[in-house]
């Protein structure tokens, strides 16, 4: 890590440099969904020219790096951010989890792509050296094929936001957010039969959740204070658990099943 002076809002003068401990195991590759089904030969040929980050919460992590290598998240998560000069306020452009990777904008286009990099947990992530990620997709015909249905899957994504800022109140843009940002309790301890009932929700503060819902942190507060009234969800420090999944869905008022639902009753 070397000091950088910058005139971004950050919490540290840090930047993250990319030059980190390389990935010697295909094992570690295999881990990101996108690389997970391809041929072990192929995982054996990318595995040498990935790298292996750590970002912790906190860190500033200048965007200009988005020109020059290529995230996929393994572990943690971090949010993509816009913010307004004038004002101050800023906008989620996306929440990133392992299996997820970016910068797909500047991959494309081949542009800067101006961003506030925010890790909400201790992140790792492998990158790649852009111009590498990009000979990869136009060489390998399997490795495209894995590609392709992601970025149709986060088109979809943005599709689904800008048409639910428009379209829809804050309420029914919250429980949307939080129904697509669903985690199950890893260490439930109630009875088997209510397992399914209960659902948790990491990360997300009342500041954050206002940032992707478009609204502010006040109107939010008011929403979640109300739900946890109606026994709804149980809400904590930055911990919403979900109660009840049928009213949440209900006040989503989905018409049909959204592709990127990351839960479906069975």
Known sequence: MHKNKTD?????????????SPVLSPVLVKQANLFAD??????????????????????????DILTK?????????LEIKQSNPDTGREA???????????DLMVLLDDKPHKVIISPLTTVKLLSVKLSTMRHWLWT????????????AKKMREKEQQASSLILHDVTTRLSRII?????????????????????????????TLARMTGSVRQVINKQLQHWKK??????????????????????????????NAPFSNT
């Not at 540290?12 to 980190?20: G, H, I, M, Y």
């Not at 040929?45 to 965007?63: A, V």
């Not at 290598?69 to 998560?77: D, L, N, P, Y």
């Not at 989620?92 to 970016?102: E, K, N, P, V």
């Open 230 to 259: 109606e026994d709804v969800i149980d809400k904590k420090r930055n911990q919403l658990i979900i109660k009840d999944l049928e009213a949440l869905e209900k006040e989503a008022k989905y018409t049909q099943n959204l592709a």
């Open 8 to 20: 971004l809002p950050q919490k540290s003068t840090q930047e993250l440099s990319p030059e980190l």
């Open 69 to 77: 290598r290529f995230f996929v998240v393994i572990e943690g998560s």
């Open 140 to 151: 390998y015909p399997e490795f495209n094929q894995q590609f392709m249905p992601y970025i």
């Open 92 to 102: 989620t452009l996306d929440m990133l989890y392992a299996g997820d990777c970016f």
């Open 38 to 63: 391809l041929p072990e030969k192929l995982i054996e040929d990318f595995q040498q020219e990935f790298q292996l980050n750590e970002w912790h919460k906190g860190d500033y992590i200048n965007c």
């Open 179 to 207: 129904l697509e940002h669903i985690n199950k309790i890893k260490f439930y301890t109630g009875s088997k039969e209510e397992e399914h009932h209960h659902h948790l929700v990491n990360g997300l503060n009342d500041e």
